[in-house]
């Protein structure tokens, strides 16, 4: 436990439960050269998919690091998983709390670092060996920069490329808090280094299904975010994913993303920022539909801000059911109708983006309608159907 305390560096007054001792000492920080960098990662019943990560964490021909975990109060043998790690003298410190979700999980692990930067892993995804050397050059030589993430490969939930790769153009990450939905600055977090003053200055907050972006957003207030245009790691798209699991939480991904862009119009705007309540996500569940998740938000907002959000927030969920396993129902294509008008948006470009994607939504749900439902939506929208299908979801 001595070891464990003088490693924390912030054990005072821990309320949760740490480990047996780690098997070997964590490394020292030698010089300004070779900084220490910190990795977390938050673990709950990943048993088939952390060996794989934390093999890649000590590949890395960086060997410059400290790993902590929080384990989440997993029920199988996550665990066991990284503990036999730690019999093979990997340093690693094993954090044990009960289940409390993935916020409160993270918020716990930021209280033990210490190192200048601070790099993120999942416990079911892996990095490259050059990930950390990579990032730690860059973030050393680029002192206007908090934090960088890296090009990825998209893998399946059996470790599978399924042939997707996320990379960017340009290496500035760039935002639109105005846009229909919001232009997120957001950097893919599996792979992300950032400085630690300025996570644990910051912290995650309870941004349901958006607190990556959310944390992403909060940290352009110290500095310049960067996404490098080298292929770093691999994320696992999930079927089965909470977030992606069915069109209810594809609503309260949409409404939090939504908000968390409103939040840092507010911070630019010099306005009060919005409080994130972590018992807003059982009221999100329990609401019929997207309006109703909104609709709990209506008395925290501006007449302006809360029309952004329904605008905003119906968009987003078209973006994300054209990747996701889940269907839209009537009741958001009809909220996407009577709240998103393209010919109110400034730019060309997004009047054109944002009528392609209604139509070939409206296309998609008409197909997958029943016949009783087909005829009502010809009879209440007919060129509204008629465009979705004569364009073929282009806009005209």
């Known amino acids: ?6 490693w924390a560096l912030s054990a005072n007054g821990l309320h949760s439960i740490l480990d047996e001792s ?3 000492s964590p490394p020292e920080l030698l010089d300004k050269a070779r900084p220490l960098v ?3 990662m938050a673990a709950f019943n990943a048993e088939k998919t952390i060996r794989q990560a934390l093999e890649s964490v000590f590949d890395q021909d960086y060997r410059y690091f400290r790993f902590i975990i929080v384990d989440d109060g997993s029920t199988d043998g996550t665990a066991d998983v ?7 003298r990997q340093p690693i410190l094993l ?3 009960q289940h409390s979700g993935l916020v409160a999980t993270l918020n716990e692990g930021l209280r033990y670092l210490s190192a200048p930067f601070t790099a993120r892993i999942d416990a079911d995804d892996y990095s490259f060996p050059r990930r950390f050397s990579d990032q730690v050059n860059f973030l050393q030589g680029n002192s206007s920069y908090v934090a960088v993430s890296s090009a990825l490969y998209e893998i399946d939930q059996d470790g599978r490329l399924n042939g997707r790769v996320f990379r960017v153009d340009d290496l500035n990450v760039t935002h639109d808090f105005f846009a229909h939905p919001a232009s997120e600055p957001y950097l893919p977090n599996s792979l992300l280094m950032i400085r630690t003053n300025v996570i644990k200055s910051l912290g995650y907050r309870h941004v349901h299904h958006a607190e990556d972006s959310d944390l992403c957003w909060r940290a352009q207030r110290f500095g310049r975010l960067a996404i490098l245009s080298d292929l770093h790691g691999c994320y696992r798209i999930h079927t089965a994913s909470v977030s992606g699991a069915n069109v209810v939480e594809g609503r309260i991904q949409a409404v939090f993303s939504q908000l968390a862009a409103l939040s840092a119009r507010r911070v630019v705007e010099r306005r009060p920022d919005l409080d994130f309540n972590p018992a807003a996500l059982g009221e999100a569940r329990a609401a019929r539909d997207l309006d109703s998740i909104m609709a709990a938000f209506e008395s925290r907002l501006t007449a302006r801000e809360y029309a952004y959000l329904r605008s905003a927030s119906a968009m987003k969920l078209v973006e994300l059911s054209s990747f996701r396993p889940y269907a839209l129902e009537a009741s958001d294509i009809i909220l996407l109708l009577d709240v998103v008008d393209p010919r109110s948006m400034s730019s060309g470009r997004e009047r054109r983006l944002v009528r392609s994607m209604m139509y070939r939504c409206i296309r998609k749900f008409i197909r997958n309608a029943q016949i009783r439902t087909k005829l009502w939506f010809a009879y209440k929208y007919p060129w509204k159907m008629a465009r979705a299908f ?3 979801g282009r806009p005209p």
């Open 95 to 97: 954090i044990r709390q």
């Open 82 to 88: 990284i503990r036999d790690f730690r019999n093979q």
């Open 1 to 6: 436990m001595e070891k464990e305390a003088q």
């Open 22 to 24: 780690s098997s070997q």
């Open 390 to 392: 004569i364009f073929r």
């Open 38 to 40: 910190d990795v977390l």
